[in-house]
């Protein structure tokens, strides 16, 4: 693109101007727009080295988001700049998520459609100081990243009425059985009820034809080691008999988000690694109110035969989670799997991590670094928190069974998350996530601009690909040989 005096003149202007601001003096970023004797629009971006790759994120996606989302063609320059606190390779990645992410279309009902017209396709390229293959490696993860986020926000977007829980069954089977590989079995309630998961059956109990149940999908290589993605998809939450209040059920149909995310997860990861050895159990259903529904003080036996008291019937998420863990456990048999969890758990992961960060849980204390770094890697925050023995042993002191479901602390978040581990078996790896903060965010987060965010794809994703099973190419080769 051919630089003018004019388009000069306009660039050297802006620049002065943003280098006066108050924005540029406070340390926050400025963005500056130069448009060019043809019509095109080079965006500049001046980013503070002291920004962490979260902060940088929101910039890209608050300064450059709207233009991509319109755009047809868009090429990237970036060159190196010493000191900043992130690499070539993880700008590539956030500015190519950010397209994808920045062009999806929430779903609406309105007969008059919003203006603003996104093109049915767009181009983008990169100008940077890194191998082409790289970058076109970089391109392929960011696409499945953001193709993983998409769908979950596309799911989690649609109201109860047009994504009930036998909605969301059809749609896990639908959406994995053309999946090369793929086994696909649904466990209906009455299925589960002659397994005896009592847990999971109390919650969906107060509905008037449950037709949810346990969707399992698996994708078995013995490639790698088992890795086992659980999925709470309560379609509605409406607390059940200890009805939600002060406006707690507006969003309810949200509850099945972190089934959304491990659903889209599951899709890319399978078409991005062929060798991923990876399971997926979706526990769906909704906690609804009824002459049937669950009770406070009920006593619950689940599919191990351990009793569990029920303290509060808005805490149904750890139950229908508890009798699917356990079903996994008959299953995935493997002490090397790793079994990660994600649920819209707890309102109290707010209190300890805020909206804008997640947190996890795991019973291996060595992770802790890890989860914590892949979270500012792939810009999706989470805070570790403790599932100590201690949390395991306060459920334990019902009068009349085995365990209480509940116990109403403010660190109900690692109750629950400690309730849950208690269902695997301890010599596996198990991994919580709790986005009950970050699943929804009124003005976007990271890359997001919606407020529904999907959080949870590029995370667990980065974990998987980068840190529990990591693409050994030379084994890859061998087999696909062998064949």
């Known amino acids: ?29 400025v963005a500056v727009e130069v448009t060019m004797d043809n019509g095109a629009s080079i965006n500049y971006l001046f980013v503070p080295e002291e920004h962490s790759l979260f902060s940088l994120a929101e910039d890209l996606r608050i300064s450059w988001g709207p233009k991509l989302r319109t755009s047809k063609n868009t090429e990237f320059s970036i060159s190196h700049i010493e000191d900043m606190p992130w690499t070539q390779e993880q700008l590539v990645d956030l500015l190519a998520s950010l397209v994808d992410l920045s062009r999806w279309t929430q779903p609406e009902f309105k007969k008059i459609k919003s203006s603003g017209v996104v093109p049915a396709s767009a181009s983008y390229s990169f100008n940077a100081d890194l191998p082409a293959d790289v970058i076109n490696s970089i391109m392929a993860k960011a696409s499945h990243k953001a193709v993983a986020q998409n769908y979950a926000r596309r799911l989690s977007s649609l109201p109860y009425s047009h994504l009930n829980s036998a909605d969301l069954v059809n749609e ?9 590989g793929c086994e696909v079995t649904h466990y209906t309630v009455d299925m589960l009820k002659d397994l005896g998961a009592g847990a999971f059956c109390a919650v969906v109990q107060g509905t008037k ?21 659980v999925g709470k998809g309560i379609t509605f939450d409406t607390g059940g008999l200890n009805l939600k209040t002060d406006g707690g059920l507006t969003g309810m149909h949200r509850d099945m988000t972190g089934a959304a995310v491990t659903l889209g997860l599951f ?30 003080g009920d006593v619950v036996e689940a599919m ?3 009793t569990i008291e029920i303290d509060d019937t808005d805490a149904e998420g750890r139950l229908v989670l508890y009798d699917t863990l356990l079903l996994a456990e008959r299953e995935i048999l493997s002490k090397k799997a790793v079994v990660i969890t994600v649920a819209t758990l707890t309102g109290s992961c707010v209190d300890v991590a805020g909206p804008r960060r997640a947190v996890v849980a795991t019973n291996r204390e060595k992770l802790w670094e890890v989860l914590y770094a892949v979270g500012k890697k792939s810009a999706e925050r989470v805070v570790p928190v403790p599932i100590d023995d201690e949390f395991e042993d306060e459920l334990k002191t019902s009068l009349i069974a ?17 309730f849950l581990a208690s269902a695997v078996n301890e010599e596996k790896t198990f991994i919580h996530l709790d986005i009950g903060g970050t699943e929804f965010a009124a003005d976007g987060l990271g890359l997001v601009n919606t407020a529904v965010t999907g959080f949870g794809c590029r995370f667990l994703y980065q974990l998987i690909d980068e840190e529990l099973s990591p693409l050994t190419v030379k084994k890859l080769k061998k087999d696909h040989h062998e064949k």
Request: proline share 5%.
């Open 267 to 296: 899709k890319e990861l399978c078409y991005a690694r062929p060798d991923l050895d990876l399971s997926l159990y979706l526990a769906i259903g909704e906690n609804m109110i009824s002459e049937k529904s669950f009770l406070p």
């Open 1 to 29: 693109m051919k630089w003018t005096a004019t388009s000069l003149k306009q660039f050297d202007s802006k620049i002065k101007l943003a280098m006066l601001s108050e924005d540029y003096q406070e340390k926050v970023s």
């Open 304 to 306: 191990n035969g351990k």
């Open 172 to 180: 896990a089977i639908k959406a994995t059985s053309d999946i090369p």
């Open 402 to 418: 085995d365990s209480t479901q509940n116990t109403g602390h403010s660190a109900e978040h690692c109750y629950a998350a400690a």
């Open 209 to 229: 034809d449950p037709q949810g149940g346990i969707v399992v999908v698996k994708r078995r290589t013995n490639k790698t080691k088992p890795i086992v993605l």
